[in-house]
């Protein structure tokens, strides 16, 4: 969970190119050069345009060499030095040491800093794989100080080698060295770089070293991380301990410590720790997420209340999560409130917008719902993401609302971006089956089973959609025998087997499936089949009095309503 320290570290130097990061010459064959079809400027500064505009194109076309040749020949009729200097760094990228050098030579002579100077020998050096000579190189540029440090650690971290850029690290960064600069995040780079080119054992040789010679919390942290990366999970829980025990306040520390307490089922553990000491959104955020999954809500309501009463500024930053226990808690109004204060720019903006569509349309504000989703995917079309997010609330919108063909417009229009999103075909299948078009609700499971030949869940909505359809019996009953072995306790497919039996005229064996799916869950629909076997059983007391069991549930189900019809309210 820490930050890398390399980044930090080397973020200063962002804005110059790194000599070793531009990609080998492509093999491929340049486009004629339509200025070498020109006579020679009569000028100087005509012959220096010229060669800068043929390493321009040449450069555009990938063609590294020419670029080089071209920008060299320019610099050296030219008191530039950023022509000498760039000719340098694509002579290095191609590996071409005589070029590379004349470049450097006429880049020193045009004034270039000593710092640049030495970090392109050392990057020509690791280039053309002259361990000698970056041994040296590096040696000489990281005696330069942080500034030399910087471009060294750049340079290894992209070099084409990694095992000569290990062990040219393993040779400049040692602790009597490092204990020169004045610069304890040094060392942690310096191992995170050596963890990165797999130098484990010198990763973590010099993290101990960090402990020793600073003690820093992020010293500790990192140690343990690469200690539970190396799987020595005793020795990572060692360096958190130990680390508490120096920095007991330290919230990154915290964070990852109660992480593993949670992880370990010790949920009242890590709970202690992150309440007890600085908080920030990362522990508030913690503190949520361990005491929802371990259904602590003495402990969300605490939180609840603590963010509650932050200052406004604060409280204002923490609006989303503030809604996220709102909902926790069984609090949806109060939900809408925080997430209508998330401002639509920040972070959160967008799912903050999506929840309050979500609570308005359970709140009973069914149209001020729809309103809102229309909104989101009105404004986020540029954006695939969150234009996927909008047209799938719209569609399970119009879903609740039984709104089929709106649902499956919706659905449609995501899949305009990702037409192989599979659980998008899938839940747009269900809504063609509800909506009555089975042919197309066929199509869309047949689709999902092809390309998922093992999802469950498609086999049974197939498998049901044939089954109610009374098409295909023995392709549904191939099907939903696949599902049920797959998950025998699962409610939906055990009504759809029972469905299928129903259909088959096995009454008794539709009766005893559906009874289970009834009490794996007494839904509706799964209500009105089992009414449906026992009344063709001829229990028709025993059909009536789980008939009005079902119409309590949901009195709209249109499978409720008919066989009501059929049988008398």
């Known amino acids: 969970m820490a930050v890398p320290l390399i980044c930090a570290l080397l973020c200063a130097c962002a804005s110059t190119a790194p000599r070793m990061g531009m990609p080998d010459a492509a093999p491929v064959v340049p486009p004629a050069q339509p200025l070498a079809r020109l006579p020679t400027p009569a000028t100087p500064q005509a012959a220096v ?3 800068v505009m043929h390493g321009d194109f040449a450069l555009a076309h990938n063609d590294l060499s020419v670029a080089a040749r071209a920008y060299l020949r320019a610099a050296q009729v030219s008191n530039n030095p950023e022509l000498a200097e760039r000719a340098l760094d694509l002579a290095i990228a191609v590996r071409d040491v005589p070029l590379a050098r004349q470049a450097l030579a006429r880049w020193q002579a045009l004034g270039a800093p000593e710092a640049g100077v030495q970090q392109a020998r050392a990057s020509l050096a690791l280039a053309v794989g002259d361990r000698a000579d970056a041994m ?4 000489q540029l990281t005696a330069q100080g942080a500034a030399g440090w910087r471009e060294a650690l750049r340079a ?27 610069d304890d995040a040094l060392w942690l780079a310096c191992s995170e770089l050596g963890a990165h080119l797999g130098r484990r054992h010198f990763a973590r040789t010099l993290a101990a070293a960090s402990v020793r010679h600073d003690g820093s919390a992020a010293a500790y942290l990192w140690q343990a991380q690469l200690r539970q990366a190396d799987g020595d999970r005793a020795g990572a829980e060692a360096s958190l301990q130990a680390g508490l025990r120096r920095h007991p306040r330290n919230i990154p520390l915290r964070l990852v410590r109660a992480a593993r307490l949670a992880e370990a089922g010790a949920s009242p553990a890590a709970l202690g720790l992150l309440d007890n000491g600085p908080q920030n959104h990362d522990t508030y955020a913690l503190r949520a997420a361990i005491a929802a999954r371990a259904r602590q809500q003495p402990a969300l309501r605490a939180l609840y209340a603590e963010l509650a009463r932050l200052p406004a500024a604060r409280r204002g930053d923490e609006a989303y999560l503030l809604g996220q226990l709102a909902e926790l808690l069984g609090q949806p109004r109060a939900a809408l409130r925080w997430y209508a ?6 972070e959160h903006g967008f799912a903050a917008a999506i929840r309050r569509a979500v609570l308005l349309d359970r709140t009973g504000q069914t149209v001020a719902a729809r309103t809102l989703a229309d909104t989101l995917a009105r404004e986020s079309f540029e954006d695939p993401r969150h234009y996927r997010q909008a047209c799938v609330l719209q569609a399970e919108l119009a879903q609740r609302a039984r709104d089929w063909p709106r649902a499956i417009a919706a659905y449609s229009r995501a899949l305009l971006f990702d037409p192989d999103a599979w659980d998008l075909v899938y839940a747009r299948g269900v809504s063609y089956a509800e909506a009555g078009r089975t042919t197309d609700a066929l199509r869309d499971f047949h689709r999902v089973l092809a ?42 497919i055990n009504d759809s087997w029972g469905w299928l039996q129903y259909r088959l005229g ?34 028709r007391a025993q059909a009536r009095q789980i008939l009005d069991a079902a119409w309590r549930i949901d009195p709209h189900d249109r499978s409720v309503q008919a066989l009501r019809g059929q049988i008398g309210s």
């Open 49 to 51: 345009m010229a060669d």
């Open 136 to 139: 040296v190189a590096f040696t």
């Open 156 to 182: 290894l971290a992209g070099a084409r080698d990694p095992a000569l850029a290990g062990a040219v690290l393993e040779h400049i960064a040692t602790p009597q060295r490092l204990a020169q600069q004045d």
């Open 341 to 346: 204060a998330v401002p639509a720019g920040a």
């Open 451 to 492: 390309a998922q030949p093992d999802n469950v869940d498609a086999m049974n909505a197939l498998g049901f959609t044939l089954v109610d359809a009374d098409r295909d019996l023995p392709e549904a009953g191939v099907l939903l025998a696949r599902a049920l072995a797959a998950r025998p306790d699962d409610a939906a």
């Open 506 to 539: 096995d009454y008794p064996a539709a009766v005893t499936a559906l009874r289970k799916a009834w009490r794996l869950q007494a839904s509706a629909e799964i209500g009105a089949h089992l009414a449906h076997a026992l009344l063709a059983s001829g229990a």
